[in-house]
């Protein structure tokens, strides 16, 4: 068998922009000589944060995400606005969505979104020295409750099959690779 090889992009079409999002229609030739239509998403990249306070909890929040019709538990963070950096984004997502600032920032690593139908990843930050100043200032389309946990808790929620979003999961995975905040 013949190893991966990229595949040669013919032309492409934007079918549909939003200020997030765009669908492309991509003509490529694969390895094989044979003509294919892609479809694909780009996305504005993101930032999520892993926030732990002096116990050693994890904030999560609790969110309704309508494409999978349920509430689910996810990291606070959010997508970079134009002219920011991916810290600059966690810091400020951190203090609208929580209320919380962080003493000290650290970079876990970065997420691809599902790289075969999205162009996109989220930068993941540690946050640690957390001090809470003031309430939580959400956007007129978010509508989310900030919860700690222990990570004893999240292990087990992970275990069974509750929590399943891919940065939180990709979180744990970071935080396990540096041999920090490891639950046995």
């Known amino acids: 068998m013949a190893p991966p090889q990229p595949w040669k992009v013919l032309g492409e079409e934007v079918v ?3 200020r997030w999002v765009s669908v492309k229609r991509v003509h490529v030739l694969l390895p094989n000589g044979r003509e294919y239509v892609y479809t694909t998403l780009a996305r504005v990249p993101g930032a ?5 306070n002096e116990r050693g909890e994890i904030l ?3 969110e309704y995400r309508h494409p999978l019709g349920e509430i689910i538990y996810q990291l606070p963070g959010g ?8 810290l600059q984004t966690a810091q400020r997502e951190l203090r609208e969505e929580t209320g919380y600032e962080a003493a000290h920032w650290e ?3 970065e997420v691809q979104d599902n790289p075969g139908l999205i162009d996109g990843s989220t930068t993941v930050f540690l946050a640690t020295g957390l001090k809470r100043v003031g309430e939580s200032r959400l956007e007129w389309t978010e509508f989310n409750e900030a919860e700690w946990h222990s990570l004893e808790w999240l292990r087990r ?3 069974e099959g509750d929590i399943r979003e891919r940065v939180l999961l990709a979180a744990v995975a970071f935080l396990w690779a540096r041999g920090e905040y490891v639950v046995e």
């Open 16 to 18: 549909y922009r939003d």
């Open 48 to 52: 999520a944060i892993v926030a732990l």
């Open 60 to 62: 999560l929040q609790r």
């Open 79 to 86: 997508l970079i606005d134009e002219g920011e950096s991916a």
């Open 107 to 109: 970079l876990l690593g």
């Open 157 to 159: 929620h992970i275990k």
